[in-house]
Nanobody, 124 residues
Framework: QVQLVESGGGLVQAGGSLRLSCAAS????????MNWFRQAPGKEREFVAG????????LYTDSVKGRFYISRDNAKNTVYLQMNSLKPEDTAVYYC?????????????????WGKGTLVTVSS
């Protein structure tokens, strides 16, 4: 079992930055592809970013390309999401998810483990 705990969410003005962290316990993350998803009120959960177990491959949804950056530190069993130039439409609960697949997948149905999420609110 893997337990994932997100942190770093909060209230920020448009144009600001936040860095989310996802700390894992129970098992090492270095064989999992790691992902961030988000869910805004009244909307479906959507893929935001993913990173391969080695960190050598990343994938982003179009709306965050050039603004968000995913990274991981396997020694610390932690994954990060640096979010810059935040917009009100980025407001959502952000979830960390671990995937046993070697490929970065964008469908939330295939994830093995989920965190409980951290709320990001971007004011205009």
């Amino acid at each position: 079992q893997v337990q994932l705990v997100e942190s770093g969410g909060g209230l920020v003005q448009a144009g600001g930055s936040l860095r989310l962290s996802c700390a894992a316990s129970g098992r090492t993350l270095n064989r999992y592809t790691m992902n961030w998803f988000r869910q805004a009120p009244g909307k479906e959960r959507e893929f935001v970013a993913g990173i391969s177990w080695s960190g050598g491959r990343t994938l982003y949804t179009d709306s965050v390309k050039g603004r968000f950056y995913i990274s991981r530190d396997n020694a610390k069993n932690t994954v990060y999401l640096q979010m810059n130039s935040l917009k009100p439409e980025d407001t959502a609960v952000y979830y960390c998810a671990a995937d046993s697949s070697s490929s970065v997948r964008t469908t939330y149905g295939g994830m093995a483990y989920w965190g409980k999420g951290t709320l990001v609110t971007v004011s205009s």
